[in-house]
Each structure stands twice: as C-alpha cells, then as structure tokens.
C-alpha cells in the first residue's frame, strides 16, 4: 500500500497543529503508525488521498449511525444549505428535531441545542451547580465528558489512550469539586453519597460507559445511582452523547427505565455536523438564560444544516429496523473477534 501523500500531509500538519491534529486521537498514536489523510468516504468505506480502502468501524465515533453520505442525510443538508447556513435568529428546523429528541426520550420536556458534546455537559455542570446552589460534581473513573474543565478528571476517550489521566491547566481548586467514583462499585457510590451527597450538585455518568472499552452497568447499579441522588437531592445527569439513539431510540434511559433529571445529547443527533444539547425538566431548563439565571449562550446554535441533518437522521432511525440490523452486525463483530480471541490465547 502506498501512504506518500498521507505522509506529505502528515509532514506539514506536524508544523501546523500541535501534535499534527485538531483532536488527540486522530494522531494514532495508539495504533502504532502515521495517520492517513481521508479524501473521501461512502457507506462503511474511508477512502485516503493515497486511494487506499479502509472499512470504517468508528463513524465519526458514533455521529454516523447510518454510514457516510446517507442519502437522507445528504439530501436533507443540500435542501437546508440552499437556504442560507447560519442566521444567527431561529428558524423551524429547531422545533422539529427538539420535538423528534422529545418523544423519543420523555424524561426531556425542554432542550437547549449547543453545537458539541462538550459544550453540552459544560452547560449541564453549570445548570445542575445553578439550580441546586450546590458546587460539587460526582463522576465515574473512565467517563468521558469532554474536555469540561471540572469532567477532565480520570476521563476515558483521548485522555485514557494517550495515557493523560487528567490534564494541566485545571486549577486544583476546580477538580476538588469533583469526586470520583469507581464504577460498578455500589459500596463506594453509597459512601461518597454519605460524605459529600449534601454538597453534590450532581452526579454525571454515561449510562453505558463506551469511553474506556464498553463497560455494562451491572444490575442494579443504575438503580442505586438513582435512589441516592434521590435522597441526597442531586441531579440525575445522564450523558447520552453515545448511547442516546444508538442502545435503542430513547437512549440508554428507555432500556434501563431510568429518568434522568438532564439529558445530554450529542454525536448521533447531529447526522454528522457539530450538535450538541442538553434537554431535561422544565423547571430546570428553565434557569438557562434568558429565563433563569444560568447563563448559555451559542452564536451557531441550532445551526439550519446540523439541524436539518439531525432530523434527516433521526427520522430514518425512527422507522425501527436499524437497531435490530445493528444488533445483529455487532453479533457478527463480537463472535469474530471472540474466535480470534480464542486463537491468540490471549487471557
Ligand atoms: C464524544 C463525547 C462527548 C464530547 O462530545 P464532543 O462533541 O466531542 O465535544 C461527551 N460525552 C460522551 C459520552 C462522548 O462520547
């Protein structure tokens, strides 16, 4: 295989961005070479400036449900773009993927678009701190909820692979607002609710952790996060940046019966482009500014072509067959790599 035009670009990226990327995981350095360039992409197929052919299993990590250049997708983007690209004043398509997210997870009866994942828990730390005068935050080792000053404490995702547990540049005053709690580990979830439940704003988790390997909950662990932040009166936050429209159309929450307090919700919604949004009860929602005291604000939220893509994407999810298909692929993925497992004897 020949990778000389990759490795051109890699050469000039080096002096452009720091480590040569715009995000840490895109340098490989976990999977051992240069990475390539991508000149284009269809269905499961990548294709690099070289013209090499690679099947692609992260999608966008996750954004793309359906594959590259879906054709709803596409078609829905082009329509949208032919009517201008950002307004910075609302417009329609706003309603109709708030209302698509809405029946499909009824914990959600407000949102708030913001244009990543990120930005999205950020807003819910700031949110659930505002609403419960309360300044402390619980989290699980290994969940990642972006590059959130106070959530970049024992996060997965780039900070695990890259080996960065954490990160410079957190104050220390901040990260002491955040607790951390092992996963699985009722014992210790009960303990900490004990010492710090009073003071805790909220507790954060992905409800099916996918950024430290993919780590089930076990029985009954959800419903133990819910009881004690019920009694200690913290927030319930689930991030569904992953699991949400990808474990089933309502998300992780459907699947386990759990409501959360907030939602927030990222990748998937956006069919590709920069969304993110945060959605939960109204009487919460509603200390974002301008109504409350909470203040957030987005110059390209609720962008026309993110929304357009979101609703695009989540319409054809809506018709039902995918999840099974999906279900049935990663059968086919887990039993493979199961049989290989076996060969290499690894542990
Ligand atoms: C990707 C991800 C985020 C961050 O979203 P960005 O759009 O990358 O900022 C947050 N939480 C989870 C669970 C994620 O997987």
């Known amino acids: 295989m020949d990778f000389s035009l990759s490795e051109k670009l890699w050469n000039q990226a080096q002096e452009l961005f720091p480590g040569g990327v715009n995000s840490p995981v895109r340098s490989f350095q976990s999977v051992g070479r240069h990475p390539f360039y991508v000149s284009r992409a269809k269905g499961s197929k990548l294709f690099d400036v070289d013209a090499n052919c690679y099947t692609d299993y992260v999608c966008s990590w996750g954004a793309l449900i359906h594959g590259h250049c879906y054709s709803p997708v596409v078609r829905a983007i082009n329509e949208a773009l032919q009517n201008g690209t950002s307004f910075g004043a609302n417009c329609p398509l706003e309603i ?4 698509l997210i809405r029946s499909a997870m009824p914990s959600i009866e407000k949102i708030r678009f913001l244009n990543s994942g990120t930005e999205a828990c950020m807003t819910a730390i700031r949110l659930a701190r505002g609403f419960s005068r309360r300044e402390k935050i ?16 024992k996060a997965g995702s780039g900070a695990l692979t890259t080996g960065i547990p954490d990160s410079e540049g957190i104050p220390a005053s901040l990260s002491a607002l955040t607790i951390i709690l092992p996963w699985n580990d009722e014992e210790k979830l009960i303990a900490a609710f004990k010492k710090y439940g009073r003071e805790t704003a909220a507790i954060i988790l992905e409800p099916v952790p996918a950024n430290c390997g993919l780590i089930p909950p076990k029985e009954g662990f959800l419903e133990s996060i819910e009881s004690q932040a019920r009694a200690y009166g913290s927030l319930i936050i689930f991030d569904e940046v ?9 998300g992780a929450q459907a699947l386990f019966r759990i409501k959360p307090d907030l939602t927030v919700l990222g990748k998937i919604i956006g069919g590709g482009l920069p969304v993110g949004a945060i959605g939960g009860k109204k009487e919460i929602m509603d200390c974002l500014s301008p109504l409350g005291k909470v203040y957030q604000a987005g110059t390209l939220s609720g962008n026309p072509l993110a929304m357009a893509a979101g609703i695009a994407q ?15 692929l990663g059968q086919q993925l887990e039993a493979g790599m199961l049989e290989i497992q076996k060969k290499l004897s690894y542990p």
Not at 96 to 99: A, F, I
Not at 314 to 328: D, R, V, W
């Open 314 to 328: 989540l319409e054809e999810l809506q018709k039902g067959h995918a999840y099974q298909y999906l279900e049935n």
């Open 138 to 153: 619980m989290k699980f080792e290994g969940c990642y909820h972006g590059h959130v000053d106070s959530l970049l404490v």
């Open 96 to 99: 109709r993927l708030s209302q």
């Open 242 to 250: 992953i699991t949400g429209f990808r474990l089933s159309y309502g």
